[in-house]
């Protein structure tokens, strides 16, 4: 999904846009540092999480995740004082996605981290 894209599917989610923050891929789209991603992954608190229904699988950290349609939602990245609104919604910034991505150590983030830390100048 393109930065339209993601706006499309966040237009059309049903749930409360202050009670909930888009991470990592679809943030780094929204913010111009990759181009496109193929998931929306969502944090929010564990009280609204409980509310959302869908599918759970183990995610990142071990930690449940529900999925539907190209959404991924967990409670554990819930950062909401590390966030940037761009059209009314919350996106975690930058430098929060950068540590999340080094916490994971994943070999799929190396580049995209690289590239934060450039811009970051890290």
């Known amino acids: 999904m393109n ?9 059309a989610l049903n ?24 998931d929306i992954d969502i944090a929010c608190d564990r009280e609204y999480y409980d ?12 930690l449940p995740v529900k999925y539907f349609d190209v959404f991924e939602i967990s409670y554990n990245l819930y950062y909401k004082d590390d966030v940037i609104i761009i059209n009314g919604y919350r996106f975690l910034n930058i430098e ?3 540590q999340i ?3 994971l ?7 995209v981290i690289m590239k934060l830390k450039k811009v970051l100048n890290k």
């Open 96 to 98: 929060k996605i950068l």
């Open 15 to 38: 749930l409360d846009k202050d009670r909930y923050l888009i991470l990592s891929g679809a943030s780094l789209v929204v913010q111009g540092f990759i181009s496109e991603t193929d």
């Open 101 to 103: 991505k080094n916490d």
């Open 105 to 111: 150590g994943r070999e799929k983030d190396k580049e």
């Open 51 to 62: 509310l959302i229904s869908g599918s759970i699988k183990v995610g990142a950290f071990g």
């Open 3 to 11: 930065r339209e894209e993601i706006f499309k599917k966040l237009n």
